[in-house]
């Protein structure tokens, strides 16, 4: 069984047309990357996937739910407890510090628990750094800080949108090695990124343009739709 499958999706702001009729299915374990010019529509259906919007038409099952049918509370609960959320800005709160911040998540999902959030931290190799402010971390620091608060309810899928949009080509070496050890370790992976290098490591890339799906490229093959 399929972990998401999104069946004639579309998304409408008053006369426009976000997103049409979108078709598409992410097994469990792919790491899926996503595509597409500037207003494709690319943010808009990481918002559906991610429960922090609902389709105008069409239904979106996870995990054999169809979200689209679930009301704002039971978003929220869908997104706390089966989605780790990875974005191009860190949303650190400033003043807690890199453990603190990992901890919020879990004060959301359960309780926090010091020894497994630093545990998280340790992970992504900022250990030595747990007890600092995001200010005080490096650009790349505060991503590993944002992927360690994803991982730590254990998600099911992994939504990140441009997660190396704003690292210098070190911190998106580091970065870009630890979500690919993640998908070694068999996570569910969904990355929107404007890099064909960084689309390269994911099985597969969903091509968006204005819209809608305009095919899926594997290496250099491009298969267009329809």
Same mark, same amino acid.
């Given at each position: 069984m399929s972990l998401l499958e999104l069946r004639g999706v579309s998304k409408i702001y008053?006369?426009?047309? =976000?997103?049409?009729d979108i078709d598409l299915t992410v097994e469990r374990g792919e790491w899926l990357?996503?595509?597409?010019?500037s207003g494709s529509g690319k943010t808009t259906l990481m918002n559906i996937i991610g429960c922090m919007d609902k389709a105008t038409h069409?239904?979106?099952?996870?995990d054999g739910v169809d979200i689209s049918t679930l009301n704002s509370r039971e978003l929220t609960a869908i997104r706390?407890?089966?989605?780790g959320l990875v974005f191009q800005q860190f949303h650190l709160i400033p003043y807690l510090t890199a453990l603190e911040n990992v901890m919020v998540a879990q004060y959301y999902h359960s309780l926090p628990d010091e020894k497994? =959030?630093?545990a998280a931290l340790e992970r992504v190799g900022l250990k030595?750094?747990?007890r600092h402010l995001p200010s005080q971390l490096s650009g790349g620091e505060q991503q590993r800080v944002c992927i360690a608060r994803a991982l730590i309810n254990y998600p099911m899928l992994i939504l990140a949108d441009e997660p190396t949009g704003n690292l210098d080509e070190a911190n998106e070496h580091i970065v870009l090695k630890l979500f690919q050890e993640l998908h070694r370790e068999g996570h569910t992976i969904i990355m929107v990124t404007h890099d064909p290098e960084v689309a390269d490591l994911a099985g597969r890339c969903l091509i968006l343009e204005h819209g809608r799906v305009a095919g899926f490229r594997k290496g250099d093959v491009l298969d267009r739709a329809g």
């Open positions: 008053g006369t426009v047309k =976000a997103l049409q990357a996503i595509m597409g010019p069409g239904s979106v099952i996870l706390r407890d089966k989605i497994e =959030a630093m030595e750094r747990a």
